[in-house]
């Protein structure tokens, strides 16, 4: 079992930053990737930014430029800076660590972006 352990969320102004972080423990082996996802109210998952255990990172075209995912390997920990934060980014948030033999998904932690 992997366990994921978010945190960092809150309630930020437009154009203001947060980080988040999730941190795996448990049964890790050679974890690949690692990766934030969202969810907002009647809307389906979708991907946020995910990096590759070499460091390789892709982005959602809506937050590329703004948000910056980077991952700690000895810590099995990864980071989610978002920065200029728009209405349109609040969400629930959720960590995605795939392995060799598992995917586990992190309880989510809310962003909301309002003045």
């Known amino acids: 079992q992997v366990q994921l352990v978010e945190s960092g969320g809150g309630l930020v102004q437009p154009g203001g930053s947060l980080r988040l972080s999730c941190a795996a423990s448990g049964s890790i082996f050679s974890i690949r990737t690692m990766g934030w996802y969202r969810q907002s109210p009647g809307k389906q998952r979708e991907l946020v930014a995910v990096?590759?255990?070499?460091?390789?990172?892709n982005y959602a075209a809506s937050v590329k430029g703004r948000f910056t995912i980077s991952r700690d390997n000895a810590k099995n920990t990864a980071y989610l800076q978002m920065n200029s934060l728009k209405p349109e980014d609040t969400a629930d948030y959720y960590c995605n660590v795939v392995g060799l033999s598992f995917s586990s998904w992190g309880q989510g932690t809310q962003v909301t972006v309002s003045s």
């Open positions: 990096i590759t255990s070499g460091g390789i990172a």
